[in-house]
């Protein structure tokens, strides 16, 4: 059984930052690519940035340059570090982790932590 718990969020200024966790845990063999996504209410979850499990990036085109995704290997945890937060980035943010236990591979999502850009 495999569990990933995001943490990290909350209340924000415009302009602000803040830094997600995700740690998976559970009867993990290796983790291959993980990734943040974020829903906003009344819209369809979308991709924020994945990296791979060699460290290679990917991100949105509407976050490149203010989101940096990492990760510690050591620790199965990715993290998201967001710079320059803007309001209609209110989302629930879900982390996301490709995952082979000893039985299968897999895709696992956590259960959201919520980010709210306001003033």
């Known amino acids: 059984q495999v569990q990933l718990v995001e943490s990290g969020g909350g209340l924000v200024q415009p302009g602000g930052s803040l830094r997600l966790s995700c740690a998976a845990s559970?009867?993990?063999?290796?983790?291959?690519?993980m990734g943040w996504y974020r829903q906003a209410p009344g819209k369809q979850r979308e991709l924020v940035a994945t990296i791979t499990k060699r460290g290679v990036t990917n991100y949105a085109d509407f976050v490149k340059g203010r989101f940096t995704i990492s990760r510690d290997n050591a620790k199965n945890t990715v993290y998201l570090q967001m710079n320059s937060l803007k309001p209609e980035e209110t989302a629930d943010y879900y982390c996301n982790g490709h995952i082979a236990t000893m039985m299968n591979r897999d895709e696992y999502w956590g259960q959201g932590t919520q980010v709210t850009v306001s003033s």
């Open positions: 559970g009867s993990i063999f290796s983790i291959y690519a």
